[in-house]
C-alpha cells in the first residue's frame, strides 16, 4: 500500500447551494461541476503533483448526510483563520483551536448539514 493510501474523499449534503457556500466561504477556495456522474457533484481542486488528496461535496437523495464518524481534515496556514468564517457561513465551531502538540493545530466544526469536519494547521502558532 501506498504511503498516502487516502486518495479521494465526498462529504455527502442536501443542499448544495448551501454547501457550496460554506466551503467556498470558509476555504476561500472554489468548487468547480464534477461531470461524467449521474449526481451532483461539486469537486474541490486537485494537483497531482503536489501531496494530499480530493474529493467532493455529493448530493445522493439515498445518502443522508451527517451520520458517519469520518472526519475530514482540510490543510490551513492558520485553522483560527477559517474557523472564523464558520458561523457566517452556516456551520458551527464545535471544538476551538487546539493544539496537538509537534503535529500542529485542529478546530473541529459542522457544515450546514451536520458534518463534522477539521480544519488543521502545521505551524506552531
Same mark, same amino acid.
Given at each position: 500500500? +501506498? ?7 465526498? =462529504? ?43 474529493? +467532493? ?51 473541529? +466544526?459542522?457544515?450546514?448539514? #451536520?458534518?463534522? =469536519? #477539521? ?7
Amino acid at each position: 500500500m +501506498a504511503n498516502n493510501p487516502i486518495n479521494w474523499f465526498e =462529504i455527502y449534503v442536501q443542499d448544495m447551494s448551501r454547501a457550496k457556500a460554506f466551503y467556498e466561504g470558509v476555504l476561500q477556495i472554489e468548487l468547480s461541476p464534477l461531470e461524467g456522474s449521474e449526481l451532483e457533484m461539486l469537486a474541490f481542486a486537485q494537483d497531482f503533483t503536489s501531496y494530499g488528496a480530493s474529493g +467532493a461535496l455529493v448530493r445522493y437523495p439515498q445518502k443522508s448526510s451527517a451520520v458517519n464518524s469520518t472526519i475530514v481534515y482540510f490543510s490551513c496556514e492558520d485553522c483560527a483563520v477559517e474557523a472564523s468564517r464558520v458561523k457566517e457561513h452556516g456551520g458551527n465551531v464545535e471544538r476551538e483551536k487546539m493544539s496537538i502538540g509537534q503535529y500542529g493545530f485542529v478546530v473541529l +466544526a459542522t457544515d450546514p448539514d #451536520g458534518n463534522m =469536519i #477539521g480544519l488543521h494547521s502545521s505551524s506552531q502558532t
